[in-house]
């Protein structure tokens, strides 16, 4: 039988990841930043929040193209760049039994107005999500969110992931320009919340376990929205635990 790793193994693994990333991302100068989960992580914790276990980094979508360009050819070859069957970029290692650990890449973009073109945006990636998803959980959702996303699987098993895919990166990079910016690759709520480029524009080296990560200046800002005004405070024992989407 397959064994499973331990959280001290993928947070070892994490680490061999962001050393990697993080040395091409300097030789390039591909600017950056620590976000959601591991932002939180640095700030509170200076290194992993003890039951996380990915990590999460944050680039506009210029920096992210170069990104996607140099390090397949840069890499450490244990570690390749993969979308791994969704719509969220994953540098990951080749091996199998690694693949319970992984570094995601969130994409800023640009949105629409404020108004209808904004909600039908959001609405066609929400829909592109559903359409990609996998292995749902269905038990975890109420009764509409488990319609919804029945209905989406549905509608997107005539297509071919490669469609569902290049479908999604062209409706995420339609709008070219404004100060409102969303990760259009977020899930749920996190697609949903409104950037601007001036909470990621400075940026400050912290301590992240061995290795100087970057986080945005106005981290505090940015943490209030993700995770509310307490976000010091852990939560209670019983909801220490990983949260990930299913795909």
């Known amino acids: 039988m397959e064994r499973e790793l331990t959280l001290e193994e993928i947070h070892a693994e994490l680490m061999c990841q962001l050393r990697d990333i993080l040395a091409v991302c300097e030789r390039h100068g591909i600017e950056y930043n620590l976000m959601c989960g591991t932002l939180l992580g640095a700030v509170r914790h200076k290194g992993f929040i003890p039951w996380d276990d990915d990590v999460d980094l944050l680039m506009t979508r210029g920096e992210f193209t170069k990104f996607r360009e140099v390090y397949p050819k840069e890499c450490d070859e244990r570690f ?6 969704t ?21 800023l973009d640009p949105l629409p107005p404020e108004g209808w073109r904004r909600k039908l945006h959001l609405l066609h990636l929400h829909l ?19 319609i919804l996303l029945r209905a989406t699987h549905l509608l997107g098993l005539p297509f071919s992931y490669a469609w569902k895919a290049k479908r999604y990166e062209k409706v995420s990079t339609r709008i070219k320009s404004g100060n409102d910016l969303h990760m259009s690759n977020g899930a ?3 697609m949903t919340h409104v950037w601007h480029p001036e909470q990621f524009a400075e940026k400050m080296k912290v301590p992240f376990e061995t290795e100087e990560c970057l986080i945005p200046v106005k981290y505090d800002e940015v943490l209030t929205v993700l995770f509310g005004p307490d976000y010091m405070t852990p939560p209670p024992e019983a909801e220490r635990v990983a949260k990930h989407l299913d795909l």
């Open 188 to 190: 749920f709520e996190l």
């Open 128 to 146: 592109l999500q559903g359409m990609m998803k996998k292995n749902v959980d269905y038990s975890r959702f109420g009764l509409k969110n488990r």
């Open 80 to 85: 390749e760049l993969t979308y791994l069957d």
């Open 87 to 107: 719509w969220t970029p994953r540098v990951m290692n080749r091996d199998p039994e690694k693949a319970a650990a992984f570094t995601d890449f969130f994409i």
